[in-house]
């Protein structure tokens, strides 16, 4: 599975939309791109994911560049519990593979 | 749905001693993982099932670590002897083949003194 690069910490001030970047210059071309994130001392929770199309959900919306290097999770109106580690992912969605490998991820703190 | 159960939530054990964590996945979930995490390592798998049938237990660190999945249900995380080094927050997680995404469980903080 590619490898991903994230910046170790963001902030937010509370109400504004967070924007999360992530780089993936060796995606291949079946390759998805997830995002989980981690509050303090809770297991991680999924959040979005896509394959070359925006997605966009109840929690977040995830754009996707067209040449599929680089993605930007959105949180569009942040509040104080979204403060956690986001992490990006990038994976083959295939049966049989079917595990998740995490790096270091993005800390991200909401400000009042 | 209650999601993925973990038990217990804490545990504290003297070194040497044996360690049981369990797990009780998402009814009707196909996939059951185990990740480890520590400050220094981060979130790593451990191992995970299919269909309760051990696929890939390559993260597991030594012969010290074992799991099963008896059935669909349950799972355990065993290790014996423990050592302090293996203190870490334990998580489960299960997924189905085409869910979006995974489900953990809030963990099981291990302390090993």
Known sequence: DAKTTQPTSMDCAEGRAANLPCNHSTISGNEYVYWYRQIHSQGPQYIIHGLKNNETNEMASLIITEDRKSSTLILPHATLRDTAVYYCIVRVARTGANNLFFGTGTRLTVIP | ?113
């Open chain 2, 1 to 113: 749905d209650a999601g993925v159960i973990q038990s217990p939530r804490h545990e504290v054990t003297e070194m040497g001693q044996e360690v049981t964590l369990r797990c009780k996945p998402i009814s009707g979930h196909d996939y059951l993982f185990w990740y480890r995490q520590t400050m220094m390592r981060g979130l790593e798998l451990l191992i995970y099932f299919n269909n309760n049938v051990p696929i890939d237990d390559s993260g597991m660190p030594e012969d010290r670590f074992s799991a099963k999945m008896p059935n669909a249900s349950f799972s355990t995380l065993k290790i014996q002897p423990s050592e302090p080094r293996d203190s870490a927050v334990y998580f489960c997680a299960s997924s189905l083949v085409s869910a979006n995404g995974y489900t953990f469980g809030s963990g099981t903080r291990l302390t090993v003194v």
